[in-house]
């Protein structure tokens, strides 16, 4: 059993940095994946001051400050980030005898809608192109993860490439969707490439709950809260249920929901999708 949850939520608003701990309980849920798609966090937390609640409101149907960002780290006897980005809804409500405060923010949300990428680049390498794209974005949003140097990167452009346009758009062209933000950083991944993660193995004492399920190319386990869980890493698997699925996958999404509270109990769960083997043709390369 894990124990002695904790998290840190670092706050950034117009009126200046924010940082919430316990004892205000909170809950929260959250995705990330290697999809294109931006990853999510709902949080809601309890009692906060009148203060610091009109300090976070913000307006879903208002346009958002940039500024507006959160930090969610969680964990044990460490803390690890579990989700940055901005926050476009932020708002307070009564529950009973509590008043709720509620955040919903995406990773990469403002830097994605908003850099654009008008020039015409001379001939060179596919993965140079996507380098280029990655640079245009403002490095204190979005800065680069890790570019696939596979063989399918080393493409050959014979005539000036023109870039035209939403530059996560043509990010999403050029990869043939392979990009993903995680925490603020832009990763380019093929199917079969993996990074370093902190967990290198998912079984019954790190905390597996659950048989492995087979949802089409992917299999879903469910686990005790695992915060250090990375986006594209390789993970060895152990069941001793379903021992036909022990062996080596990659983690292509992770839901992270529950309870941190000292005041009251409530779980903590982590739901992982790891990709499948066979999507890998028998082989996976780390490339951290």
């Known amino acids: 059993m894990k124990f002695g949850r904790r998290y840190r939520l670092t706050i950034q608003t117009d009126a ?15 995705r990330r994946s290697v999809l294109a798609s931006m990853n ?20 879903m149907f208002y346009k958002a400050s940039p500024n507006r960002s959160i930090i969610f780290e969680a964990g044990y006897d460490f803390l690890s980030t579990v989700f940055k980005g901005e926050f476009r809804e932020a ?3 009564r ?3 509590d008043i709720v405060t509620s955040i919903t923010a995406f990773d990469g ?10 020039r015409t680049l001379e001939p060179t390498t596919l993965r140079e192109v996507i380098k280029d794209l990655i640079g245009s974005f403002d490095p204190e949003r979005l800065t680069e993860g890790l570019v696939s140097d596979g063989a399918s990167m080393s493409e050959s452009f ?5 870039l035209r346009g939403n530059t996560y758009e043509q990010l999403k062209k050029y990869s043939g969707g392979k990009v993903f933000i995680d925490l603020e950083k832009i ?14 193995l998912i079984n019954a004492d790190t905390g597996l709950l ?20 990375v986006m594209g890493q390789s993970l060895d698997l152990v069941s001793s249920v379903n021992p036909i699925y022990n062996g080596k996958y990659k983690a292509v999404g992770v839901q992270h929901s529950g309870i941190i509270s000292e005041a009251v109990n409530g779980d903590c769960r982590t739901i992982v999708h790891l990709s499948d083997p066979i999507k890998f043709n028998g082989s996976i390369v780390n490339v951290s």
């Open 16 to 30: 200046g940095q924010l940082i919430i701990e316990p004892p205000f309980t909170i809950r929260f849920s959250l």
């Open 109 to 118: 949300y403002f830097a994605t809608q908003n850099t654009f990428s008008y």
């Open 210 to 229: 659950s048989t492995p399920r087979r949802d089409e190319a992917y299999l879903t386990v469910s686990t005790l809260f695992e915060p250090r869980i």
């Open 187 to 200: 990763y380019v991944l093929q199917d079969n490439e993996v990074i370093a993660g902190a967990i290198p």
């Open 158 to 162: 014979q005539r000036p490439i023109v």
């Open 91 to 93: 708002n307070s409500g």
């Open 95 to 97: 529950e009973g005898v």
């Open 40 to 59: 999510t966090l709902d949080i809601d937390i309890y009692n906060l001051s009148q203060t610091t609640r009109d300090n976070i409101f913000q307006d």
